[in-house]
């Protein structure tokens, strides 16, 4: 019932605010995009009655929370545009966007993962626009930091990630960091670790003790991509690891601190730093579990804020990576880009429903849902406690002071399986840290080269 109220109330806000705000350029200002011969409006309250058909991965609590409430604001403030919801898990995102960005009957507007492995060949097959021309008529780049944008940023040809055409918007913001239980810390009179050896040496510890110091499920093999990228944040340049990120040319995967990455990361393992099982067990499952009273310390993203904090209350909170000589630097970024397809039915229906979701008025809607607003986000801390107040300033605290990370599976149009496989074996125990490395520099290379 509160839940309820609480989108309820969202929706009438959200649509107040939005239909007074006037968009960036006069409506029917027009131009042509770099994809498309429509004219670009920034109008669209005049269209005949419509559809837009939307595909996201925003399935959980708190996200989904926000994408209904915004959702239904949209509509009452166009009620010529019917959304059309297709929510999905993201690994079930995953598999069947390429499937049907390829057929007949695509949706208007997806979220795209934004690696090489999905945006990138997407883009080189040109089955999302270029928004550039919205990005100008909406004021995108004004609203945005071009930090983040580069990060839905990719050529034409779609060989350089970083740079070129903007391809989408996110709505969030995200970093990888630690979530821990303060009731089981405060049972073993242990305190936030200020260094990365001090972390490293309280997993001993717990362990020690009897406890389970890291929850992981592995069996999708994403997971520990953002557990190794923690690590590797704390021995490797941030320079030498966004360029591997990216998948441009110029750096190695076969450096002695990479190396010394992978190597903890195997020994944690050896170690049983982790709970039993977890290369099989799969993510939800996990995190769950971690709520419920198993383990001490979970590494995972931003995202897992509002739930956790459903199930935990205050007594789970979060801190990013303790800092190496000084330098914050962890894996982040933002959610996936809202992009919209070469099949929309009306690019212009499309780019509005992606400036009402990545509004001022939307930031707040998400603030209000437990989410980490991609842009405004330390003024829409204020007030907010516990594990969401955390995220939303650790996140804040990383884009302003520190090195937000590209995810690791960005790389290449393979990489998400390379690494992904990579390291379920070196976990697993079944190669050394020099063949995990050694797999990593192959794939980097053949993509570069």
């Not at 099989?280 to 897992?304: H, K, R, T």
């Not at 990576?321 to 992009?339: D, R």
């Not at 989410?371 to 986000?377: I, K, M, R």
């Not at 063949?435 to 080269?449: P, V």
């Amino acid at each position: 019932m509160k839940k309820s109220l609480k989108i309820t109330c969202a929706v009438a806000t959200l649509a107040m605010l939005l239909t007074a705000c006037n968009p960036s350029v006069e409506p029917n200002d027009s131009a042509n995009t770099s994809d498309s011969k429509t004219e670009i409006s920034t109008d669209i309250s005049q269209l005949p009655d419509q559809t837009l058909t939307v595909w996201d991965q925003e399935t959980r609590g708190g996200q989904n929370e926000q994408m209904e409430a915004i959702n239904a604001a949209f509509m009452k403030k166009y009620p010529n545009i019917t959304i059309e919801r297709n929510s999905q898990s993201f690994d079930n995102l995953q598999t069947t966007l390429r499937l049907a960005l390829s057929g007949n009957d695509a949706p208007d507007v997806v979220e795209a993962n934004n690696s090489r492995s999905m945006m990138g060949q997407f883009v080189s097959a040109g089955q999302i626009l270029c928004l550039d021309d919205y990005a100008k008529a909406y004021g995108w780049r004004d609203r945005y930091s071009d930090d983040i944008l580069q990060y839905s940023s990719y050529s034409k040809d779609a060989k350089t990630f970083g740079e070129g055409c903007l391809y989408g918007l996110p709505q969030v913001g995200e970093s990888v960091g630690i979530y821990y239980s303060k009731s089981q810390l405060n049972e073993l009179g242990l305190s936030l670790p200020d260094t990365w050896k001090d972390f490293t040496n309280q997993l001993n510890m717990i362990k020690k003790a009897g406890k389970t110091p890291l929850m992981l499920g592995n069996v999708e093999k994403w997971p520990a991509i953002h557990v190794f990228g923690a690590i590797q944040g704390a021995h490797t340049p941030y320079a030498q690891i966004t360029t591997l990120g990216f998948g441009n040319p110029g750096a190695s995967w076969d450096t002695s601190e990479n190396l010394t990455a992978a190597t903890q990361l195997q020994d944690w393992a050896k170690k049983g730093y982790f709970n039993q099982g977890f290369n099989g067990a799969d993510y939800d499952s996990v995190w769950q579990s971690f709520a419920n009273g198993e383990g001490v310390y979970l590494i995972a993203g931003s995202w897992l804020a509002p739930d956790l904090a459903a199930s935990m209350g205050n007594d789970v909170g979060f801190i990013l990576p303790p800092a190496t000589n000084g330098e914050i630097a962890t894996t982040g970024g933002t959610g996936l880009p809202f992009t919209i397809t070469s099949s929309a039915k009306n690019p212009n229906v499309a780019a509005a429903y992606i400036d009402f979701l990545t509004s001022k008025e939307a930031m707040k809607i998400l603030a209000e849902t437990g989410n980490v607003p991609v842009y405004d986000t330390a003024i829409l801390a204020s007030g907010k406690q516990g594990v969401e107040a955390d995220v939303m300033l650790a996140f804040d605290k990383l884009v302003t002071e520190g090195h937000v990370l590209p995810y690791l599976d960005y790389a290449t149009t393979t990489m998400d399986q390379v690494i992904g496989d990579s390291l379920q074996q070196l976990v697993g125990g079944d190669i050394t840290p020099q063949q995990f490395i050694n797999s990593l520099q192959d794939a980097y290379s053949s993509a570069t080269e």
